[in-house]
């Protein structure tokens, strides 16, 4: 079993490369975003708490997330694994994600992080706007502010799974068969 958490700056192509692993490897995708919106539109005791809380403005806590993921993990612990999407996002969340794991008796196998510089990614989640509909995706203040954010608050959780020897580097730069070609490297050595 493989359980990946992908990892990388808003550009950096985690959705891109998430898919092309997914299929590959045969993983279950877990995407918190995801996760949230099956729960609420299925009505589920967490779905209506999330709900509750978003119709609020309130970011769901980490706890009602944690029990989504725990409700998939029980409900696909015979598939070859999965490959953790947007979470997680601080330490707090990953010791919880290590602890959830331990309790259904598996583990992250590793973490993948996705290297690219600023001025990229800024090129490239502008390249995205022209199409993504994302009014986010076209203000190069923005963007430098959500590069900002994932790096002061976000990039920690690498150091988190480097100490466990779990963390693995790669370029996020060249063409994407290049890219998708390292990153099988990296998960074939986890």
């Not at 279950?28 to 779905?47: N, Q, V």
């Not at 996002?89 to 600023?118: C, F, K, P, W, Y």
């Not at 790669?170 to 068969?177: A, F, K, T």
């Amino acid at each position: 079993m493989i359980n990946l958490v992908l990892f990388g700056p808003p550009g950096a192509g985690k959705g891109t490369q998430s898919d092309m692993i997914k299929e590959k490897y045969e993983l279950l995708h877990l995407s918190t975003g995801d996760l949230l919106r099956g729960e609420i539109k299925a009505g589920t005791p967490l779905g209506i708490k999330a709900k509750e809380l978003m119709d609020q403005g309130q970011l769901v806590p980490d706890e009602v997330v944690i029990g989504m993921i725990d409700s998939k993990i029980k409900a696909n612990k015979s598939g070859n694994g999965f490959i953790f999407d947007g979470f997680p996002r601080t330490v707090a969340q990953a010791e919880a994600l290590d602890q959830l794991m331990a309790s259904n008796g598996i583990s992250v196998s590793g973490m993948v992080a996705l290297d690219v510089d600023e001025e990229e990614l800024t090129k490239r989640i502008l390249k995205r706007g022209e199409t993504s509909g994302r009014t986010d995706d076209r203000n190069e203040d923005l963007i430098r502010a959500r590069v900002k954010e994932y790096e002061n608050k976000t990039a920690p959780v690498a150091n988190f799974y480097d100490a466990q020897g779990k963390l693995k580097s790669i370029s996020g730069v060249g063409s994407i068969e290049e890219i998708f070609g390292n990153l099988c490297t990296a998960v074939d050595s986890l």
